[in-house]
């Protein structure tokens, strides 16, 4: 039998979920090619292919209507789309511009009508295509990317946490942020990266998204009882990374 | 000589982000040759306004995932310049050793990953999977160094968490450090094995010279990745330094058609950052043993063929980790400890500037008395190489029109010299003329 056909494609993010494929080392690596085939992968190769994929990892967010026929078309070729980190999945980083009127604007200044600078809101890719399966964080979790590859190729549904980041903190043993006078939206952050962000003494910033349903009026509440915020900084702390969760709220 | 020539790269291959090249030639009249840039503009300098000091270098940090622990860098910098806070002297030194890891990370990829299949005759790494293991293997174990050498110190290196304003949210311990320095002297023979397999793929980078303008930054007492001034030096050997606060004067972007990025010059048409432009500007303050790498290269400022870029990361990777190996040594002397981070002392606008692995970065930053930001500006080095790339296709397609070289060995020879600027392009669509609000 041969061996699945895998690819990559980017679209607007930073392409630092690519890289971190080029950090496993080389035992893990070179183990994950003898169960793949990396057939493209524009960052990586200058090989191409017009045949199907069993696995497209896409990369980035959906920002402009010159990008709907790409990924149609991938989504065509491939059995199985995974969005491939939190740009593809919500739109992660990108969207935080999309409350703003005059982002063109600001950066563009009277430039900003030239055709090439066109940007619309930023979505996730399931905007446009259906998306089979989501690996979420800014960056993924490359362990988690390798559990899901396995599962797909045992036949299995890959698991993917629907509990709060402070669940991992507990678990860890880490004190909590508002125990330190910080602030922190683990309370309703997406778990699967095993919370390095508290235990490194910072806040969780929810850069895997929320989990389903998240209270946000409670979110505000605590931010502003608890962390000693403004009502405006409380409300506007939950764009970082998941700027159109709250757009949907 | 050859008459016609059409190339058509759409989304040009190993490389970060989104570029094309477009030449056409009929009866010999070059009507067309252009790099252009249709990356998807990303807009983080609007982003940033109406955020917590504390929070934009987590937002500008994603402007990259390979320079992120630079962007990270610059980006708190700024912001504490902008406060006005001094960190100690123990977080300037993990800093340093920080940069240096991102350096080696990103070089290492680029020589082994992106450049080397081209020198080796093969579209990618893949296939010399099969045909050259042991580099293959020691590409990935280098590169999985460089990440460990960061993460220790970053918390991770695509978006670094532990850098914050103020200084180091977290640190390692001594017995962690010690395992680095460990870890870093046993990769030397790899290093060593590193400079003898480019030596002997060296032939085969292409033989092209271009004099420009190197920009880059420059200190007295180190090679300038950190920190420093900027620093002009011409062919000529002429050096001219300028505060860092006066970038907009070195940088001049303006905006071309062909482009989401806009382009930069200074004293020339155009200037060159990055690798080259670092090592012809600050080649004295080089660690001995890169110095000997170089020589073993073949590598002597000034260089003016902007292919051999790489071979100056090269020699950049045998820096860092060296002069890395002296600053956990001053680590280890001291000792190591949490230190609470300093807290802010006044507001305004900040200026900063690292070197991230493509060339000089600068962020600036705009806060009020609640430590909001209301504005911000990035000039990225890719950027500011743009405009040199296209120089060299004015100066190179002409050449191998004359040489009579093939459409094929033209695409090829034109796609290496975008390559040997290891170009950064997402984070090139992100930089603008702002108008800060007062």
């Known amino acids: 039998m041969s061996k699945p056909k895998v690819a990559f494609f980017d679209f607007a993010c930073c392409e630092g979920c690519q890289i971190e494929m080029t950090n496993y080392g080389a035992e893990p690596f070179l183990e994950l090619l003898e169960h793949v085939d990396i057939v493209e992968f524009r960052e990586a190769m200058s090989e191409k292919t017009t045949e199907p994929i069993d696995i497209a990892f896409i990369e980035g967010s959906f920002t402009r209507e010159a990008d709907r026929e790409r990924l149609m078309e991938i989504r065509k070729r491939a059995r199985v789309v995974i969005a491939y980190g939190q740009c593809a999945c919500t739109g992660g980083i990108n969207a935080l511009k999309n409350h703003q009127p005059d982002y063109k604007q600001f950066v563009y200044g009277t430039d900003s009508d030239l055709p090439h600078l066109d940007s619309k809101k930023a979505y996730g890719v399931d905007h446009v295509i259906?998306?089979?399966?989501?690996?979420?964080g800014c960056p993924v979790n490359k362990y988690e990317v390798l559990q899901i590859v396995s599962h797909l190729l045992h036949?299995?549904?890959p698991v993917i946490p629907n509990y709060p980041v402070c669940v991992e903190c507990k678990r860890r043993e880490t004190v909590c942020r508002f125990d330190e006078g910080d602030h922190c939206m683990?309370?309703?952050?997406?778990?699967?990266?095993?919370?390095p962000c508290p235990a490194a003494g910072i806040p969780c910033e929810a850069c895997r998204g929320f989990v389903d349903e998240p209270n946000l009026a409670a979110f505000e509440k605590v931010l502003v009882e608890r962390a000693g915020f403004t009502p405006q900084r409380a409300a506007e702390k939950g764009r970082m990374f998941t700027a159109n969760a709250l757009e949907a709220s | 000589m050859t008459s016609t020539v059409h190339i058509d790269v759409h989304h040009l291959t190993r490389v970060e982000?989104?570029?094309?090249?477009?030449v056409n030639v009929t009866d010999g009249a070059i009507e067309?040759?252009?790099?252009?840039?249709?990356?998807a503009p990303r807009f983080f300098e609007s982003m940033v306004r109406g955020r917590h000091y504390s929070e934009v270098a987590r937002i500008t940090s994603r402007i990259c995932g390979i320079c992120a622990v630079g962007h990270t860098?610059?980006?708190?910098?700024a912001t504490e310049d902008a406060l006005g806070i001094e960190i100690s002297a123990q977080s300037r030194k993990l800093r340093e050793v920080l940069k240096h890891a991102e350096n080696a990370d990103s070089h290492v990829l680029h020589a082994y990953i992106l450049v080397a299949p081209d020198l080796a005759g093969a579209p990618s790494v893949f296939p010399l999977v099969e045909t050259m293991p042991d580099v293959v293997a020691r590409a990935l174990r280098l590169k999985r160094l460089c990440h460990e050498w960061g993460s220790l110190i970053g918390g991770r290196t695509t978006h670094p968490t532990t850098v914050v304003p103020g200084g180091m949210a977290e640190v390692p311990t001594v017995k962690q450090l010690a395992e680095l320095k460990e870890k870093l002297l046993a990769a030397v023979p790899d290093l060593e094995a590193t400079v003898e397999t480019v030596a002997a793929l060296a032939p085969n980078i292409p033989a092209f010279d271009r004099p420009t303008e190197y920009i880059g930054l420059s200190d007295d007492e180190n090679y300038g990745l950190y920190d420093g001034l900027i620093q002009s030096v011409l062919p000529d050997g002429t050096k001219q330094r300028y505060p860092v606060a006066d970038y907009r004067l070195v940088t001049n972007e303006f905006v071309v058609p062909q482009s989401t990025a806009k382009y930069t010059k200074n004293k020339l048409s155009s200037y060159a950052a990055g690798a080259l432009a670092r090592f012809n500007n600050n080649y004295d303050m080089l660690v001995p043993e890169a110095k000997r790498a170089a020589e073993a290269l073949g590598l002597q400022p000034i260089c003016t063929n902007p292919y051999m870029n790489t071979v100056a990361q090269v020699v950049e990777v045998v820096h860092s980790v060296y002069d890395s190996l002296r600053l956990i040594d001053e680590l280890l002397d001291a000792g190591v400890r949490l230190e609470p981070l300093v807290q802010p002392t006044k507001h305004g606008r900040g200026i900063q500037s690292v070197e991230v692995p493509r060339g000089i970065l600068f962020h600036e930053y705009d806060y009020d008395a609640a430590g909001i930001?209301?504005?911000?500006?990035?000039?990225i080095p890719t950027n500011q190489n743009h405009n040199n790339i296209q120089h060299d296709f004015d100066v190179l397609v002409p050449e191998l029109l004359a040489a009579d070289t093939g459409e094929k060995e033209m695409e090829l020879a034109l796609e290496m010299l975008v390559r040997a600027y290891d170009p950064c392009i997402s984070c090139s669509t992100h930089h603008l003329d702002v108008t800060f609000v007062r």
Do not use: F, T
């Not at chain 1, 683990?186 to 919370?195: S, V």
């Not at chain 2, 930001?373 to 000039?379: D, K, S």
């Open chain 2, 32 to 39: 067309k040759c252009e790099w252009q840039v249709p990356e």
């Open chain 1, 155 to 157: 036949g299995k549904e």
């Open chain 2, 17 to 22: 982000g989104h570029g094309n090249i477009v």
């Open chain 2, 73 to 77: 860098l610059a980006s708190v910098k």
């Open chain 2, 373 to 379: 930001c209301q504005g911000g500006n990035c000039i």
């Open chain 1, 130 to 136: 259906k998306v089979d399966y989501y690996a979420y």
């Open chain 1, 186 to 195: 683990g309370m309703l952050a997406r778990a699967g990266c095993d919370a």
